[in-house]
């Protein structure tokens, strides 16, 4: 049984009855009504999915009750009936809202393909409806949210032009949404980086999100560091319609950052000057300037000044780190030869290499490349690596340092952890001396293996070895070989040891020597 219901509006009963049966026959429920007037009381009890509805009747006719229909039944679909001859009204009434006409007399197979047809694109029209309400009540909260972000948004299309900007935007900017919108974006955004490497621009020309991107916004005579990210805007069809930038001011973190950066070198200078003055007391009492001393006694005197000198570089590395993160490190490139480089940093590390029982040796593979380096920064960063691997690997244990040359890198894209570097940032050809640190101690777990270069962290078990570190040794480790153009990673499996790679690339055309 069809749930539609059908209310006939015709004063004649005669077509009314022919109607009903011929309606009811093909599934449908149908009520009648006399006139107008007595359709519009019916209307007012029930509910109807299409109404047939007569043009000439008596009190009302058809026409005035299309037009109260349409005003308070607007979900009603309409159908106009009219005698023959008489189809210029029924076009009225279709202009006027009606959904369609028969004309009579009818036969009944057009009658009800009129009817089905007629509840059916009503019913479709009718969600429709209910969609674009729907989309229009989420596109009013989208521009709730997008209004009161705190950050910029600009959305241009593919031509560069500004399509949409929210109120941060009007507000820091100082225009109006209506002088904003059609104009270049690059006439909007004036930066200190180039028209077409602002993250809008370069989405539409890569079609692949830009993120963490920071600049300076140039309005006037003010500058205000930005942190921003663009992605795509595609269409249903999925084409490229344009990009929208977020940018958010991020001038207090920078401060804040400031203010740290300062707090934290003023306290490292501090903590030294107290240290400076307990390593020269302690080197007075040591050489027995304030009385002779045995042996128990320089035992625990030596104890005192190597802790001393490990906070010493713990401050040192502190330092070091906040320098290169502010772009204040100095760096002295020469051309050095990296086997002369390694024999003098193995030399410090002979006498706890015999003290532990640990094989400390260097291989190579000759010839070896001269490489342009900063030699005091490149002998911290060995002896930071060293210096790990005697606090991990056990009495007994092997250490070695290797170096060669490498012409493949490719060889080695595969093994770098993306957390260390994505694969965007690494080359696929070109010259490298590779230097490794390879120790046989507890190793470190696969998840670590790509965080521990930063700043404080340190692999789960690399906290249970002979001494503790503050993890900031491997932090500058990778600074000092960023600022080389260079790479590092380590490669490890727990108990197993690990191995650290540095790569350090060379200049192409230098003739290697033979060593």
């Not at 049966?21 to 429920?29: S, T, V």
């Not at 109807?48 to 509805?53: A, I, Q, T, V």
């Not at 400076?276 to 320089?298: K, M, Y």
């Not at 010839?367 to 690596?385: E, G, I, T, Y």
């Amino acid at each position: 049984m069809n749930s539609d219901r059908i209310l006939i509006v015709d004063d004649e009963p005669d077509i009314a009855l022919i109607l009903k049966l011929q309606l009811e026959d093909a599934g449908y429920r149908t009520e009648r009504a006399r006139d107008g007037m007595d359709a519009l009381d019916q209307l007012s009890r029930g509910e109807y999915s299409l109404m047939l509805l007569d043009i000439k009747m008596p009190r009302m006719d058809g026409m005035a009750v299309l037009a109260r229909v349409n005003q308070e039944y607007p979900d009603l679909a309409v159908m106009m009936m009219t005698a023959h001859g008489s189809e210029d009204i029924a076009v009225q009434a279709l202009q006027k809202g009606a959904i369609d006409y028969i004309a009579k007399p009818f036969s009944t197979d057009d009658m009800l393909k009129r009817v089905e047809r007629a509840i059916q694109f009503n019913r479709t029209r009718l969600e429709n409806l209910r969609l674009q309400k729907q989309l229009d009540v989420e596109r009013q909260k989208m521009e709730v949210v997008l209004q009161g972000m705190a950050d910029l948004l600009v959305a241009i299309d593919t031509n560069g032009r500004i399509m949409t900007v929210n109120r941060r935007a009007e507000d820091i900017l100082g225009k109006s949404r209506d002088e904003l919108l059609g104009m270049p974006v690059e006439e909007v955004i004036t930066a200190d980086i180039g028209a077409d490497l602002l993250p809008c621009r370069l989405v539409l020309a890569s079609r692949v999100p830009c993120l963490d991107i920071t600049y300076q916004l140039i309005l006037g005579t003010t500058r205000i560091p930005v942190l921003s990210s663009a992605t795509p805007l595609v269409n249903g069809a999925g084409e490229l319609v344009g990009s929208v930038e977020i940018l958010r001011d991020i001038s207090t973190l920078k401060a804040l950052e400031q203010e740290r950066e300062d707090f934290v070198s003023m306290l490292s200078h501090d903590l030294k000057t107290p240290i400076t003055a307990i390593v020269g007391s302690l080197d007075l009492v040591r050489e027995g300037r304030l009385g002779p001393i045995n042996e128990e006694q320089r035992e625990y005197l030596e104890s005192a000044l190597e802790s001393s000198t490990e906070m010493t570089e713990m401050i040192d590395t502190l330092l070091d780190v906040h320098k290169f993160e502010a772009g204040k490190m100095v760096l002295v490139f020469r051309e050095e030869d990296p086997r002369l480089l390694v024999q003098k940093i193995l030399a410090r590390f002979r006498s706890v290499a015999h003290r532990t029982q640990i094989d400390l040796h260097a291989t190579c593979r000759e010839p070896l490349p001269v490489f342009r380096v900063d030699r005091h920064k490149f002998s911290r960063l060995v002896n930071n690596l060293l210096s790990n691997a005697f606090k991990f690997t056990p009495d007994g244990g092997e250490i070695e340092v290797g170096m060669e040359e490498l012409v493949d890198i490719a060889a080695c894209r595969d093994r770098i952890p993306a957390q260390t570097y994505p694969p965007s940032a690494l080359p696929v050809s070109g010259r490298f001396l590779q230097v490794t640190v390879r120790d046989t101690g507890e190793g470190m777990p696969a998840e670590a293996l790509g965080t521990i270069f930063d700043r404080f962290v340190q692999a789960k078990n690399r906290r249970l070895g002979k001494t503790r570190g503050t993890g900031l040794g491997l932090a500058f480790c990778r600074k000092v070989m960023d600022a080389h153009g260079g790479f590092i990673w380590a490669e490890s499996r727990e108990g197993h040891g690990s191995t650290f790679f540095l790569l350090f690339p060379l200049e192409e055309g230098k003739t290697n020597v033979e060593l």
